[in-house]
């Protein structure tokens, strides 16, 4: 028999105790095919209210046999010996009842479901009632000395009737577990018979698509590049915008776009005249001057439509560059001195992964035009820095370091001595100083692939009179587990100032410093990078 059956009629049963229909708790009862203990006490009880002592009996036995250290099943036994004249057969239930006591003065049997505590006098005062049927008064006088010396509820008052009553010879009522008392289920265990639904159901609370109601299960759709096409009308259609102009991020949480770009409305007009939208699977913010409605009623009648939902992510892998158109005129000559050697597939592959998955802005846009005279005249490069967050400027390509470091400065607003610019050779992981930043005639060129820098701005105040030793890169991220540890995140570069032991190193990373497990990091190579 399963135990949640099992629990489910033994509770059945108890409520018909409480009801008082003795005959239902019976029926309950006698369903349960394995019975334990306690249900066969819970029987003895039933019968024993409904007069039925020798089926009373019979379930206590029962009981005993179950459970032979249960005190109180002893206890309740004898009583119901004295009752039907066993009376040497109730002695020997008194004893073993006072054996199983086990010398506590008390047992509460709350903690098995019986709301009943058995006190060592009340198993003394009926052994006393037994004497007293046997006409042994002496014997039962001595025992009810003994059991004056014990202690325990309502044990005065009941003592001292049972004296008078053996000082006239008169036999005594034995003592029993009243009528209603019964061994009841955990609480706990009848709520968990109840079957609970613990994931509930679906609901929509919040979506980035559109009139987004569904809240059910269903197949998973097909990733591949693309567009949501969520249920659209005339009200959503307005929410679908056109940059106007190319747009270059100028502060946290703002988009760089290109000109003519889709973007989808997700917010309202703040007080500074920017808005949240959703461009190529990003949400950024973006001036609303720049933004005109887009036509898409217009634009679906095309052969290339335009996307009629919320763009996808782009994909990891980044895009060929497209292929140069030839002139027929004669390109102009570049001197020696300031030719660079033209962005291969390598290099531009090597400045995307390590800024992140590709983004098309507005310079890069421009730079891509082959031959086209106001990419010759820009001569500029969109630098971008990693800092507490990420900016993006545009530079001349001959800028000195010295005057991009207090733009930078600037930017993030804190003085240029405070801050190192450092950058990723192509080929590794390890962040390097510039090369001297302060020496002249050394530009942003020298760092510069397909028209892209990217640097990684740190506060350098933390680390005065320092030596820093040698570079290691974190391999996971690490958790500071104390006010003295340093927190980093995987792939950061971590300078380190000194060996504590074998398993702990103190390092430098972000503007602090601290100590953390050198099995987090590794030492790409063993050259000592110092730079001021």
């Known amino acids: 028999m399963l135990y949640n059956e099992l629990l489910g009629l033994w509770n059945e049963s108890v409520q018909a105790v409480d009801a008082k ?80 006591m086990r010398g506590n003065v008390v047992i509460d049997y709350r903690q098995l479901g019986l709301r009943y505590k ?32 014990e202690r325990g509820q309502g044990r005065v008052g009941n003592i001292e009737v049972a004296f008078k009553s053996i000082e006239r010879k008169e036999a005594l009522n034995p003592l029993m577990v009243p009528e209603g008392l019964v061994f009841r289920p955990r609480k706990q265990e009848i709520e968990q018979l109840h079957q609970r639904d613990f994931l509930g159901k679906a609901k929509v609370i919040s979506s980035m698509i559109p009139n987004d109601d569904f809240g059910g299960f269903e197949p998973l759709r097909q990733q591949k590049p693309g567009f949501y096409e969520p249920k659209t009308d005339g009200a959503q259609e307005s929410r679908y915008m056109r940059v106007r102009v190319p747009y270059m991020a100028r502060g ?116 891509q035009q082959a031959g086209s005279p106001q990419g010759e005249e820009a001569g500029s490069v969109v630098v971008k820095v990693h800092f507490t967050y990420n900016i993006a400027l545009s530079v001349p390509l001959y800028t000195p370091y010295h005057e ?12 240029a001595s405070q801050l190192r610019l450092r950058h990723k050779q192509h080929g590794s992981r390890v962040l390097t100083p510039l090369p001297g930043e302060v020496e002249p005639g050394r530009s942003v060129q020298e760092v510069t692939e397909a028209g892209r820098v990217t640097l990684w701005c740190q506060r350098e105040d933390a680390l005065a009179n320092r030596t820093i030793l040698y570079q290691m890169v974190a391999l996971y991220d690490y958790a500071a587990q104390g006010p003295e540890d340093l927190e980093f995140s995987e792939g950061d570069t971590i300078d380190i ?3 504590v032991n074998q398993e702990w190193l103190e390092g430098h990373c972000a503007g602090n410093i601290g100590i953390f497990p050198c099995c987090f990091a590794y030492r790409e190579n063993n050259n000592i990078i110092q730079e001021f």
């Open 252 to 367: 946290p949480g703002q988009l760089t776009v290109p000109g003519g770009a889709m973007v989808f409305l997700f917010g309202e007009e703040d007080r500074d005249g920017m808005i949240n939208v959703i461009h190529d699977g990003q949400r950024g913010l973006l001036p609303l001057s720049l933004l005109e409605p887009a036509d898409v009623k217009k634009s679906r009648s095309r052969k290339n439509h335009l996307p009629s939902g919320i763009p996808l992510p782009p994909e990891l892998k980044p895009p060929s560059r497209p292929p140069t158109q030839r002139s027929s005129a004669a390109p102009p000559r570049v001197s020696p001195s300031t030719e660079t050697p033209p962005p291969s597939y390598n290099t531009a592959t090597h400045a995307q992964s390590a800024s992140g998955p590709p983004r098309y802005t507005a310079n890069a846009a421009s730079s």
């Open 21 to 100: 229909d003795w005959e239902g708790a019976l029926a309950k009862l006698e369903q349960i095919t394995e019975p334990t203990s306690r249900t066969h006490f819970n029987a003895a009880l039933a019968h024993l209210a409904l007069g039925q002592t020798d089926m009373a009996l019979r379930s206590l036995d029962f009981t005993i046999a179950k459970d032979e250290r249960l005190a109180v099943a002893f206890f309740q036994r004898a009583a119901l010996m004295m009752q039907v004249d066993r009376l040497e057969e109730a002695l020997s239930d008194c004893i073993w009842a006072q054996k199983h």
């Open 404 to 415: 991009l470091k207090e733009r930078i400065a600037e930017k993030v607003g804190h003085s």
């Open 497 to 499: 100032l000194g060996e």
């Open 118 to 149: 058995l006190y060592s006098w009340q198993v003394l005062y009926n052994a006393a009632a037994v004497y007293s049927r046997m006409g042994q008064w002496e014997q039962a006088m001595d025992i009810l000395l003994s059991a004056t010396q």
